[in-house]
């Protein structure tokens, strides 16, 4: 059974950093593009940065130069590096594992919850 675990979420005071990690099990991980979303109640979940199986990462324009992604094959994890940190970073930040050319093999973790206070 696939499972995505994330952990490192909290509350942080508004210029802090924080990192959150995602750990995949019964997946082949280096076959994944590993992606980090992001939710606020009311709101469409959002894509917040997202790594190739090759290590191309991208990033949504809100969190540019502030947010790093990053992965560790031999450890099955997926990360996000957040820096200078904004009251609207708050969020619930879900980590997403999906085959680029299979589009049924797409997993979610339960998420994790970010709080920024100013």
């Known amino acids: 059974q696939v499972r995505l675990v994330e952990s490192g979420g909290g509350l942080v005071q508004a210029g802090g950093s924080l990192r959150v990690s995602c750990v995949a099990s019964?997946?082949?991980?280096?076959?994944?593009?590993m992606g980090w979303y992001r939710q606020i109640p009311g709101k469409q979940r959002e894509l917040v940065a997202q790594?190739?199986?090759?290590?191309?990462?991208d990033y949504a324009d809100s969190v540019k130069g502030r947010f790093t992604i990053s992965r560790d094959s031999g450890k099955n994890t997926v990360y996000l590096q957040m820096d200078s940190l904004k009251v609207e970073d708050t969020a619930v930040y879900y980590c997403?594992?999906?085959?680029?050319?299979?589009?049924?093999?797409?997993?979610w973790g339960q998420g994790t919850q970010v709080t920024v206070s100013s």
């Open positions: 997403n594992a999906r085959r680029s050319s299979i589009l049924k093999l797409n997993y």
């Open positions: 019964a997946i082949t991980f280096s076959r994944y593009v």
């Open positions: 790594i190739t199986e090759t290590g191309s990462a």
